[in-house]
């Protein structure tokens, strides 16, 4: 069904995370692997590891990391010291452009969220199918690994900021990329596929 160098499943931290976190070790095992942000604490596993803000996760030395170079050349930001001291790190200039993917070597485009440019990226390297995992794009939904005291807060993105990211999933990264949707309850306009089909073909 997909050419396992040419297909990247791409994990996000929505609370479907939680519903499969026991088939997640298995995914990554058999496929190219790249976490959002923090996932990589819960899942240290993971091939790549991408981040648009300043917040240095826990990164095994064999992962990749991809990140906004201006973290990086700054030693006042918190990734700074993760990063000069990691062996696999590929650092871009980040360009707010929700029209396209840049195809340029040291840039990659952003549209809201760190998604969006972890899809340039896969774009860049040559994959040509993405699955999405625990990128729902929910107002208010709390990060799978969250802080579930009642004071904790959930990512802050209002309707017009998710509505956004949506269509730039659907309209413009699906013109680059043939993308899935992982979580069955999903209302993103993306083709299905299920963990059942991906650990069996």
Same mark, same amino acid.
Request: hydrophobic share 35%; charged share 25%; aromatic share 12%.
């Given at each position: /069904?997909?050419?396992?160098?040419?297909?990247?499943?791409?994990? !996000?931290?929505?609370?479907?995370? +939680?519903?499969?976190?026991?088939?997640?070790?298995?995914?990554?095992?058999?496929?190219?692997? /790249?976490?959002?942000?923090?996932?990589?604490?819960?899942?240290?596993?993971?091939?790549?590891?991408?981040?648009?803000?300043?917040?240095?996760? @826990?990164?095994?030395?064999?992962?990749?990391? %991809?990140?906004?170079? @201006?973290?990086?050349?700054?030693?006042?930001?918190?990734?700074?010291?993760?990063?000069?001291?990691?062996?696999?790190?590929?650092?871009?200039?980040?360009? &707010?452009?929700?029209?396209?993917?840049?195809?340029?070597?040291? &840039?990659?485009?952003?549209?809201?969220?760190?998604?969006?440019? =972890?899809?340039?990226?896969?774009?860049?390297? !040559? *994959?040509?199918? $993405?699955?999405?995992?625990? %990128?729902?794009?929910?107002?208010? #939904?709390?990060?799978?690994?969250?802080?579930? #005291?009642?004071? =904790? #807060?959930?990512?802050? *993105? +209002?309707?017009?900021?998710? +509505?956004?990211?949506?269509?730039?999933?659907?309209? $413009? =990264?699906?013109?680059?990329?043939?993308?899935?949707?992982?979580?069955?309850?999903?209302?993103?306009?993306?083709? @299905?596929?299920?963990? &059942?089909?991906?650990?069996?073909?």
């Amino acid at each position: /069904m997909f050419d396992y160098e040419k297909t990247l499943i791409l994990f !996000g931290r929505s609370p479907y995370i +939680n519903e499969i976190k026991n088939e997640i070790p298995l995914l990554i095992q058999k496929y190219h692997t /790249m976490g959002c942000n923090y996932f990589c604490e819960s899942f240290p596993d993971v091939e790549y590891v991408v981040f648009y803000d300043d917040i240095a996760p @826990k990164v095994k030395p064999e992962s990749t990391i %991809i990140t906004n170079v @201006k973290h990086y050349v700054d030693d006042t930001k918190v990734c700074y010291n993760l990063c000069r001291n990691h062996k696999n790190i590929e650092l871009y200039t980040i360009n &707010k452009d929700f029209e396209s993917f840049t195809t340029g070597d040291s &840039k990659l485009n952003f549209c809201i969220h760190t998604p969006s440019m =972890a899809l340039n990226w896969a774009y860049k390297k !040559g *994959f040509e199918t $993405v699955i999405l995992a625990g %990128i729902d794009l929910i107002k208010n #939904t709390p990060h799978f690994d969250a802080d579930t #005291t009642p004071d =904790a #807060t959930c990512p802050n *993105f +209002n309707d017009s900021a998710i +509505n956004r990211a949506r269509r730039h999933l659907t309209e $413009v =990264a699906s013109r680059y990329l043939k993308i899935y949707q992982l979580n069955p309850k999903s209302d993103i306009e993306l083709e @299905k596929i299920t963990i &059942k089909e991906l650990l069996e073909q």
